[in-house]
């Protein structure tokens, strides 16, 4: 094998010093013909610089370059063999044994046998020359591999020496499609984290699940801890399945993993910095006491615990049932951007590139927004006045109590206000305090109807 190896390479060499001698028309010989120069001399080794060859994108094959290259200019041609097989060797096993059958026979048994591939450029590069191509889709490219000949001409139209290499040819439809299969199957592998829903209703231990078609609800992906669709979390997961799709593609288009530029990746930081700021200025209600939790939800200000949360749409640019400009923005912005990066397609996470002032813009508007929910009550200020609306309405039951048991008539709540107007008041102003404080903390309206104190 090692004396086998030594032979290529000593033959190698002599093809890159031989100039050209012995060998015919380069630039404007037919396919077929071109191919029959390969019986006169061995080529050398090319290599792509990716792992599969793109169909209808650019590829790179490398070959080593021409000891008179940069002194004497040359052309390159390649062509590919129309066959395809699915493991490695075979296709220069079937090409010999054609190319033996040529010179043995009469009949043109090459015919067909090779198509040519359009050279974008060629730049050298070191001691390598960088050929780029277009590969053509003829219906071959399933992931097998295909084999290309480099012919390198010099000034003097012959060929100074050849090149082959064998690469697996992706397939670009399939490879969308795939990748559209895979991120849908991301997006369903994170329903798993949503509560699991009986159908019947009930579930084990008193616990109720989304039924099966909630599942396809995608906001049920960013709902936030109050139940509404979060701009945070819909801004990061929009950007996670947005990257994971050109990185899947990418994947199957060449064989390897892209590197993401310097702005997808300041927009991935972008994206995490909103998500967590986000976080951290509207707090979880987690903070409230057990009391005034279970307050609020038998009150119907915060659904029950068991109950699945009810994302909408219009939550990602409304505060309460405000239009909030800079939601919106947020929103806007960052659409626009992933709408841009899906179209620059596979080769975008390595490339793709945001003008300056939108960059900033993007994260201005992620400052804006985290800062305006900086300035709403913290859950601590929200507990005590939930404590306050709780001891009124305490109070106030406790005065409705009295003036059932002294035996004043009392059917409903109108009936309370008439005989404990100064309780009432009080704990009306109480509940609205801490219904507008709520609000501003979660951004959820209260309900006329929930805002009225209980009757004992």
């Known amino acids: 094998m090692a004396f086998k190896a030594g032979m290529i390479s000593v033959l190698a060499f002599l093809t890159l010093a031989s100039g050209g001698e012995s060998w015919a028309a380069c630039i404007k010989a037919p396919p077929q013909e071109l191919l029959k120069q390969l019986t006169e001399k061995i080529p050398v080794s090319g ?224 994206a995490v910095g909103g998500a967590i700021g986000g976080s951290i200025a509207n707090q979880s209600l987690v903070g409230l006491s057990a009391g005034n939790d279970t307050w609020l939800r038998s009150k119907g200000w915060l659904p029950p615990r068991e109950q699945p949360p009810n994302p909408r749409f219009r939550d990602l640019v409304t505060t309460g049932e405000q239009f909030d400009i800079y939601r919106f923005q947020s929103f806007a912005f960052n659409v626009v951007v992933a709408v841009a990066l899906l179209v620059s397609g596979f080769t975008g996470l390595t490339e793709f590139t945001i003008p300056t002032g939108l960059l900033a813009l993007l994260g201005l508007s992620q400052v804006a927004y985290v800062g305006g929910k900086a300035v709403t009550p913290k859950v601590a200020d929200l507990d005590q006045s939930l404590t306050k609306a709780r001891e009124t309405e305490e109070s106030f039951k406790k005065a409705v109590s009295g003036k059932k048991a002294a035996g004043v008539a009392i059917a409903g709540l109108n009936d309370a206000k008439a005989s404990c107007p100064d309780e009432y008041k009080a704990c009306k102003e109480a509940i609205g305090s801490a219904g507008d404080m709520f609000r501003a903390v979660v951004g959820d309206p209260i309900p006329p109807a929930k805002s009225e104190p209980d009757l004992p």
């Open 47 to 270: 290599k792509f610089s990716t792992r599969f060859v793109p169909v209808g994108a650019e590829a790179h094959l490398l070959i080593p370059a021409p000891l008179s290259a940069g002194q004497e200019p040359f052309s390159y041609r390649v062509l590919v063999q129309t066959e395809s097989e699915i493991w490695q060797g075979e296709l220069s096993d079937n090409l010999a044994k054609k190319l033996r059958s040529e010179k043995d026979d009469s009949s043109n048994v090459l015919a067909g046998l090779v198509e040519e591939v359009p050279v974008i450029a060629a730049t050298l590069d070191s001691n390598k020359v960088d050929i780029a191509l277009l590969v053509p889709n003829d219906g071959h490219n399933w992931w097998k591999y295909r084999q290309f000949i480099a012919f390198v001409c010099n000034k003097d139209d012959q060929v100074v020496f050849t090149a082959t290499s064998e690469a697996r040819v992706s397939n670009g439809a399939g490879s969308i499609v795939l990748s559209l299969f895979a991120t849908l199957a991301l997006v369903l592998v994170g329903t798993l984290g949503i509560r699991r829903i009986d159908a019947e209703g009930p579930a084990s231990a008193g616990r109720k699940g989304l039924r099966a078609r909630d599942r396809l609800n995608l906001l049920l992906l960013i709902a936030g801890p109050n139940g509404r669709a979060s701009l945070s979390i819909f801004q990061i997961a929009l950007f996670t399945f947005v990257v994971f799709y050109l990185l899947f593609l990418f994947l199957l288009r060449t064989g390897t993993l892209a590197n993401l530029s310097t702005d997808v990746a300041g927009l991935l930081g972008i």
